[in-house]
Antibody, heavy 120, light 108 residues
Framework: QVLLVQSGAEVQKPGSSVKVSCKASGGRFSSYAINWVRQAPGQGLEWMGAITPIFGAPNYGQKFQGRVTISADESTSTAYLDVSSLRSEDTAIYYC?????????????WGQGTLVTVSS | DIQLTQSPSSLSASVGDRVTITCRASQSISTFLNWYQQRPGKAPNLLIYDASTLGSGVPSRFSGSGSGTDFTLTISTLQPEDFATYYCQQSYSTHSRTFGQGTKLEIK
């Protein structure tokens, strides 16, 4: 059984950065894509990007290129999402989600979500 | 990026009703289309993948169809636990897994 456990809620000031972690247990961490999806209050789901640890290089949604960094540490089975130059519009719940297949086409397992609030 | 447009954005229905939600892609995505259900305060849950394959543990009242640019999610007989928000997502592009804007299914 795959379990994804995310780090706790954060409150950050505009212009600062935040790093959210996602620790996986169960299954082979390196072979399956970890995706990051965010949801602003009352809004829909936005796919931010993904990384398959065995391949290394992450993919990013066009909107998030340049301000978002996705990484993974195979030694601790943990994926990270780093968002810089935070603005109020980045206030959202950030989810990590893992695929159950090596194609990475589905989001089968989800973390509990991390609320990031950007406020001065 | 491939755009996905869902309709309707919201829908009122009663327990026992048959409901259909549509998702249209801005270009052909073959059958690389997934559907997720999200209940309030919870993470999304995979319902259907590859347009028509039921996810693990998903009740058979859910079904999906379509290919190319037009897709549908059907719930044959609505149950109380089905009132939630539904999202489509394309998995055609390896560099972008965009979601539709969501369809909120409410009790009439």
């Amino acid at each position: 059984q795959v379990l994804l456990v995310q780090s706790g809620a954060e409150v950050q000031k505009p212009g600062s950065s935040v790093k959210v972690s996602c620790k996986a247990s169960g299954g082979r961490f390196s072979s399956y894509a970890i995706n990051w999806v965010r949801q602003a209050p009352g809004q829909g789901l936005e796919w931010m990007g993904a990384i398959t640890p065995i391949f290394g290089a992450p993919n990013y949604g066009q909107k998030f290129q340049g301000r978002v960094t996705i990484s993974a540490d195979e030694s601790t089975s943990t994926a990270y999402l780093d968002v810089s130059s935070l603005r109020s519009e980045d206030t959202a719940i950030y989810y990590c989600a893992r695929s159950n297949s090596v194609t990475g086409r589905t989001l089968d397992y989800w973390g509990q979500g991390t609320l990031v609030t950007v406020s001065s | 990026d491939i755009q996905l447009t869902q309709s309707p954005s919201s829908l009122s229905a009663s327990v026992g009703d048959r409901v259909t939600i549509t998702c249209r892609a801005s270009q052909s995505i073959s059958t690389f289309l997934n559907w997720y259900q999200q209940r309030p305060g919870k993470a999304p849950n995979l319902l259907i993948y590859d347009a028509s394959t039921l996810g693990s543990g998903v009740p058979s009242r859910f079904s999906g169809s379509g290919s190319g640019t037009d897709f549908t999610l059907t719930i044959s007989t609505l149950q109380p636990e089905d009132f939630a928000t539904y999202y489509c997502q394309q998995s055609y592009s390896t560099h972008s897994r965009t979601f539709g804007q969501g369809t909120k299914l409410e009790i009439k």
